[in-house]
């Protein structure tokens, strides 16, 4: 690369960085360059996509307990964050998927998978989780994870017109990619994951779910698995470390649910 080039590049990206400073709703500082509307745009498109491709359940108990859950959490999330922008219209599906799984994207859309509702054994444990995914739409995850990839690739090719001519140039690329992948993504994923389950125990203790049942849940989570890979090399924290952050939150949480009105979504 020229000099010249890079220098210029250099020089904008102090520019692109402040422009694109953030915070989520637990101060914690993030990067976030993908315009919301894009985001939005994306998530509906997604979520569309799965629809067509995936079963929609047609069970009326299982539909109702989803719907009755994911209500009872979208109004706390916005008791509790009004200063925050959400969508002012949520979509709830709940798809026939054996795997024990839910999801919330940008625009207001969740999908629950009919395997969780065999993991997730009270209202008050998917109330746990469709709070985790909720805190990740809040807090504006996926804009920063996507952030993050597109930083990553950027610099990669930037060494690498850098270091055009060097027979090492593949071997350093590929070194770069695992670093990149240890070193940034995994570990910022983990934490995006923890910001999540403690936004989450707020949201369903505010909307009258019993916070104590988020342990239980990732304990029939664990049960329920196959094993996970070591942390270290894991986007999600290992269970134990989960349940450790979730129990030093759980006073706070206890209290706020003691306060409220119980949620009723058992019929």
Not at 119 to 126: F, G, I, K, R, S
């Amino acid at each position: 690369m020229r000099p010249r080039r890079l220098l210029r590049l250099l020089l904008l990206l102090p520019l692109v960085l402040l422009t694109g400073c953030d915070e989520t709703p637990t101060g914690r500082s993030q990067l976030t360059l993908v315009p919301e509307n894009l985001m939005t745009q994306m998530g509906e498109d997604t979520f569309d996509q799965l629809r067509r491709d995936q079963p929609v359940s047609r069970d009326a108990a299982a539909n109702r307990q989803v719907a009755c859950v994911a209500q009872e959490i979208i109004a706390a999330t916005e008791a509790i964050y009004p200063a925050d922008e959400l969508p002012e219209v949520w979509e709830v599906v709940v798809f026939e998927d054996d795997s024990p799984n839910a999801f919330a994207l940008p625009g207001g859309r969740i999908g629950v998978h009919t395997g969780l509702l065999q993991v997730a054994e009270t209202p008050d444990q998917l109330a746990a989780v469709i709070g985790h995914e909720v805190g990740h739409v809040l807090a504006d995850h996926g804009n920063e994870r996507l952030t993050q990839q597109l930083g990553i690739k950027a610099g990669m090719l930037v060494v690498g017109l850098l270091g055009e001519g060097d027979m090492g140039q593949q071997q350093l690329m590929q070194a770069l990619g695992l670093g990149a992948q240890l070193g940034i993504t995994l570990p910022f994923s983990r934490a995006h994951e923890e910001e999540a389950d403690l936004m989450g125990l707020a949201i369903m203790a505010q909307a009258g779910f019993n916070p104590q049942e988020s342990v239980a849940l990732w304990r029939n989570m664990a049960a329920a698995g196959s094993g996970q890979p070591p942390e270290f090399l894991s986007t999600h924290p290992a269970h134990g470390s989960r349940i450790t952050a979730l129990q030093q939150a759980m006073e706070e949480a206890m209290a706020t649910y003691r306060a409220t009105t119980p949620a009723d979504c058992n019929g």
